[in-house]
C-alpha cells in the first residue's frame, strides 16, 4: 500500500508496519500501537495520532496537516519533517531530532525535552513548552504565538526572536540572546536567587522603557510543591 486517501484507523493494532505506505490524505490513528514501522511515509493530510507509541520514528515524513500526538513517546525521530500544521504533543519526549521542523501551528509540547535545538524552527503559532530543556537553542526563531515556558533554562539562544505574544518565562536564564526582540505581550519572570538577575532586570526595565516588553516584571521564588510565588513585582 503507497496511499490511503481517506483516514488509516489501526486503534487496535500493537505495532503498524507498512514499509511502502508513502501518504495517507486524511488522519492516522493508531490508539494501542507502541511501534510504527512506516519508513516511507511523507504525508499525513489531518491528525497524526500515536498516543501509546513508545518512540516515533518516520525518517521521510515531511508533513502533518493536522494535530501530531505522540504524548508518551520517550523519542522522536523525524528529521525530514518541516510542518505541524497544527499542536506538536511531544510532552514525555527526552529526545527530539527535528532538524527541518519549521511550522508548529498550534502549541509545541516539549515539557521533558533536557534541550531543544532546532535549527530551522521559525515559527510557533501559540506556546512553546520546553520547562525542563536547560538548553534552547533556536537560532532561526522568529515567533512565538503565545507565551515561552522555559523555567529550567540556563542559555536561551535566539537571536532571530522577534515576537512573543504571551509571557517569557526565563527564571533560571543566564545567558539570553534576544537580540531582535521587538515585542513581549505580557509579563517577563524571574527566578530571585538567579545570579544573573538584576542583569535580567536591567535587561527588561530597557525593553520596558523601549515599549518592547508590555507586562510587568516578576521576581519570585518557588514553594515546596514547586509552584511559583510571586515575591516582588516591578
Not at 32 to 45: K, R, Y
Not at 95 to 113: H, I
Not at 156 to 182: F, Y
Amino acid at each position: 500500500i503507497k496511499e490511503v486517501k481517506g483516514y488509516l484507523h489501526a486503534d487496535n493494532a500493537t505495532s503498524l508496519n507498512l514499509p511502502n505506505l508513502e501518504n495517507v490524505g486524511g488522519g492516522l490513528y493508531t490508539e494501542n500501537a507502541q511501534a510504527l514501522e512506516l519508513p516511507n511515509l511523507e504525508n499525513v493530510g489531518r491528525d497524526l495520532y500515536a498516543k501509546n507509541a513508545q518512540s516515533l520514528n518516520l525518517p521521510n515524513l515531511e508533513n502533518v496537516g493536522g494535530d501530531l500526538w505522540a504524548e508518551n513517546a520517550t523519542s522522536l525521530n523525524l528529521p525530514n519533517l518541516e510542518n505541524v500544521e497544527r499542536n506538536l504533543h511531544a510532552e514525555n519526549a527526552q529526545s527530539l531530532n527535528l532538524p527541518n521542523l519549521e511550522n508548529v501551528g498550534g502549541d509545541f509540547y516539549a515539557n521533558k525535552a533536557t534541550s531543544l535545538n532546532l535549527p530551522n524552527l521559525k515559527n510557533v503559532e501559540v506556546c512553546l513548552h520546553a520547562e525542563n530543556a536547560q538548553v534552547l537553542e533556536l537560532p532561526n526563531l522568529e515567533n512565538i504565538g503565545g507565551s515561552l515556558w522555559a523555567s529550567n533554562a540556563r542559555s536561551l539562544n535566539m537571536p532571530n526572536l522577534e515576537n512573543v505574544g504571551g509571557d517569557l518565562d526565563a527564571e533560571n536564564a543566564q545567558s539570553l540572546d534576544l537580540a531582535k526582540i521587538k515585542n513581549i505581550g505580557q509579563n517577563i519572570y524571574i527566578f530571585q536567587d538567579n545570579p544573573k538577575k538584576e542583569e535580567l532586570i536591567r535587561k527588561a526595565k530597557e525593553w520596558r522603557e523601549k515599549g518592547i516588553l508590555k507586562g510587568k516584571i516578576e521576581i519570585g521564588k518557588c514553594d515546596e510543591e514547586r509552584s511559583w510565588c510571586k515575591v516582588q513585582e516591578l
